[in-house]
């Protein structure tokens, strides 16, 4: 019995195939670069942190001023990332 495969199961094959070698290129260029860009993002939160150890006094903050602050500047930093995603 011979197996006989049609020009559509091929081209499927091949199209499948093409977009699994294509995938891999874009995600080997592209997981690096978010990776990178997340830990940034998570460095610039961490900051936030250490810098209302000397801001506060020297701004004369008091707490509910620099939470406020720091809420702004999280809410800030999600709308933009969440807006990046959807681009």
Same mark, same amino acid.
């Given at each position: ?15 499948? =195939?093409?977009?699994?070698? !294509?995938? +891999?290129?874009?995600?080997? +260029?592209?997981?690096? !670069? ?6 940034? =993002? ?26 406020? =602050?720091?809420?702004?500047?999280? !809410?800030?930093? +999600? ?9």
């Amino acid at each position: 019995m011979k197996s006989t495969i049609d020009a559509s199961s091929w081209r499927l094959a091949e199209a499948t =195939a093409i977009n699994r070698v !294509l995938f +891999r290129k874009i995600a080997l +260029r592209v997981i690096p !670069l978010i990776f990178v860009a997340y830990i940034f =993002a998570f460095l610039d939160r961490v900051n936030i942190g250490y810098a209302k150890l000397q801001m506060l006094p020297d701004l004369g903050l008091t707490e509910s001023q620099y939470g406020f =602050a720091a809420g702004i500047f999280l !809410l800030a930093t +999600r709308c933009s990332r969440s807006q990046a995603i959807y681009c």
